[in-house]
């Protein structure tokens, strides 16, 4: 049996070898393709990986906050649950903000495997210098355990998170808020809270400019800090929650929130906008890589679709040595599959190469001069294998099934 | 002596208005060990009653007896397995694959039977090109021997799977009378030395002198059968 298609195999092979232009052609034709294919996804994933690592990275990948999706059912309306009332007139229930039970959820996040949740309390409080005035958004935190949860550690030029345990009155603003103060690290600042709390503040870090928004309209100060600052002692207002499998997140962000009633929002919720711009992008990717794709199997089905009429002598004198139409079809599907496997061993050095090229290239992204994120992943190698394989095939069966059809009598009396 | 083929009221016509009528009511049996010549006039329809012998075409009615078997239910799979296993042709044209060597040519049937292993299958196809005075010819390709050397190689092929039933369509209309007389006293052999049936269409007298038996066909039929004795 194998020995037979060896046999196939091998009068496919001695056909390509008679027409070695056009099979230069079509191979050339599915080695562009799969190279370009590996290039450009390589480009697109491996941009779109480092994108939704910043995305996952940029915050906790859970935000536990002090809102409420959609307004509690007010105690009237509970207490007659179903009944035809109208109540009307009734007086609202205001919320004391922040998160009721904290300690409570804070112990259910920590049970998590993995799993760590970082309390804290932001708001909004003035700092002054000079006679100049700024709004900032305080947040105070935990050092110790902020910095496990988020990367805003990363985004310090000067200082560590860890510094505001060891200083008194510790605060770390952005470079962009300290440049408009005119003050630098070590420097006093006042602040003042709306609760009309004043205290004066020490310097201890700097955020990187280019984080626009930490840069210029955040402080971090120790939790405790913010709570006497801001006139709300032992109350927080958020936990963050970084996570083992960031992946997770989504389904226990909905646990959370089905629990607590707090609103949970995981870090794809929070970047809905961009992941259905990814999914854009990668429709956009697969789309144009199978026009190409389609484009190198006209090749492969141009080669064979004149292979079959060309031999249609020796199609008759093979049937009446005996092979079957089945044989026939086989010699020709072959033909195609031969074209696709040598384009797409052809094609992966092309993407080798090229993704080397690539690779190497710096661009200056923000100011860094910084290689492109690559993916270069065995998978997509065998994504294009697969897909040329596929498109080869059915490209070659096509005229294939001409071949299985001729018959050899109409060939004979012609000849004869 | 059992038929190796026998036909039984086989005609074969194309479908049109009016139809062809390629072949009529033939019904004739064809013995081992025999050379069988069909002669007649051009388009009598000799070489449309070989397609039928041979199981290349299909009858329109009546039946092809292969062996005591009926053709007729068999699907092509089956056919091919029969023309591969137990016939050969040998056409006008040498019909041989151009991208194979003599040898490769003459293996091709038997790779394709996968009987023997590829060096008994290449021992064999050698042997059988020595056989017809081509030994030193083996490597080369059809493009490079004479008329009558691919003629020579076309035979060694049809021969290599030791058929039972040889067929011939005109195969010496395109060689000159040497070539020929080689080609006719070939088919004798095969027929009385190794027991074959030999089946040969043929416009060529010589060829026609040489058979055990002779049919002549016209319009169809055939119109006398004698048989030679030997
Ligand atoms: N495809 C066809 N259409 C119409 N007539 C055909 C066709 N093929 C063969 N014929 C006719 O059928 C008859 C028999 O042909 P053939 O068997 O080749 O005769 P022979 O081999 O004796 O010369 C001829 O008259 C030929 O012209
Ligand atoms: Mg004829």
């Not at chain 2, 009546?62 to 591969?84: E, H, K, T």
């Not at chain 2, 049809?158 to 020929?180: H, K, M, R, Y």
Request: hydrophobic letters at 45%; aromatic letters at 6%; glycine letters at 10%.
């Amino acid at each position: 049996m194998t020995g037979q298609l060896r046999l196939l195999a091998s009068v496919a092979a001695r056909h390509l070898v008679g027409r070695r232009r056009q099979t230069i052609v079509a191979v050339s034709g599915v080695a562009v393709g799969v190279g370009f294919f590996l290039a450009v996804s390589a480009m697109m994933i491996g941009s779109q990986n480092d994108f939704i690592k910043t995305l996952i990275d940029a915050a906790p990948h859970i935000i536990i906050s002090d809102e409420l999706r959609s307004p509690p059912a007010q105690p009237g309306v509970s207490l007659y649950k179903g009944a035809a009332i109208n109540l009307r007139h009734y007086k609202v229930r205001n919320e004391v903000r922040g998160l009721k039970g904290w300690p409570e959820i804070l112990r259910t996040v920590n049970a998590l495997p993995g799993a760590i949740g970082s309390p804290s309390l932001s708001g909004a409080i003035t700092l002054r210098s000079g006679g100049r005035e700024e709004a900032l958004t305080i947040v105070g935190v935990d050092p110790a355990i902020e910095e496990k949860v988020s990367t805003i550690q990363d985004q310090l030029r000067i200082g560590r998170l860890r510094d505001l345990e060891s200083t008194q009155g510790g605060i770390i603003i952005g470079e962009e808020m300290a440049r408009r103060l005119g003050l630098g690290v070590g420097d006093v600042v006042g602040a003042t809270s709306a609760s009309g709390k004043s205290r004066s503040l020490r310097i201890v870090g700097l955020f990187k400019r280019g984080q626009t928004q930490i840069s210029s309209g955040l402080g971090y100060v120790l939790l405790r800090e913010a709570q006497s600052l801001l006139g709300r002692p032992f109350i927080i207002n958020r936990i963050g929650v970084r996570l083992a499998d960031p992946y997770e997140a989504e389904p226990i962000s909905r646990r959370l929130e089905a629990r607590y009633a707090y609103k949970a929002e995981s870090w794809q919720e929070r970047s809905a906008d961009f992941l259905s711009l990814l999914v854009t992008r990668n429709v956009i990717m697969y789309s144009v890589v199978s026009a190409i794709l389609l484009v190198a199997s006209f090749g492969i089905y141009t080669v064979v679709s004149n292979s079959v009429s060309d031999k249609r002598r020796d199609i008759a004198i093979m049937r009446s040595m005996g092979f079957s139409e089945r044989d026939l079809q086989l010699i020709f599907v072959f033909e195609g599959l031969a074209l696709a496997l040598i384009g797409i061993v052809a094609g992966w050095l092309l993407g080798y190469g090229l993704m080397a090229i690539l690779g190497s290239l710096k661009f200056p992204i923000a100011g860094e001069d910084q290689h492109l994120p690559l993916d270069r992943t065995a998978r997509q190698y065998a994504i294009a294998a697969a897909a040329s394989l596929l498109s080869g095939v059915i490209a070659a069966w096509l005229p294939a099934r001409k071949a299985a059809r001729v018959d050899p009598v109409d060939i004979l009396r012609g000849a004869v | 002596m059992s038929a190796i083929i026998e036909v039984q009221d086989l005609s074969r016509s194309l479908p049109g208005t009016p139809p062809v009528t390629l072949v009529s009511d033939v019904s004739l049996s064809i013995q081992p060990a025999t050379f069988v010549a069909i002669v007649g006039p051009s388009g009598c329809g000799k070489s449309s009653l070989l397609y039928l012998l041979g199981l290349l075409d299909r009858p329109t009615s009546g039946q092809v007896l292969f062996n005591g078997q009926d053709m007729n239910p068999l699907r092509g799979d089956a056919r091919a397995g029969i023309r591969l296993a137990s016939f050969g042709f040998v056409f006008q044209f040498h019909f041989l694959l151009p991208e194979f060597t003599a040898l490769e040519n003459v293996m091709l049937p038997m790779r394709r039977l996968g009987k023997l292993s590829l060096t008994e299958i290449q021992a064999k196809a050698q042997a059988l090109l020595e056989g017809m005075g081509l030994g030193e010819k083996s490597t080369k390709t059809p493009d490079r021997l004479s008329g009558g050397e691919r003629q020579r190689v076309a035979i060694a092929r049809a021969i290599a799977n030791d058929p039972a039933l040889v067929l011939g369509d005109e195969p010496t209309g395109n060689l000159d009378s040497q070539n020929s007389a080689r080609v006719v006293e070939m088919f004798r052999n095969l027929a009385h030395d190794q027991g074959r049936a030999v089946v040969c269409v043929t416009h060529d007298p010589d060829v026609a002198a040489a058979a055990d038996v002779q049919i002549s066909m016209l319009d169809g039929r055939i119109k006398e059968t004698s048989v030679r004795p030997r």
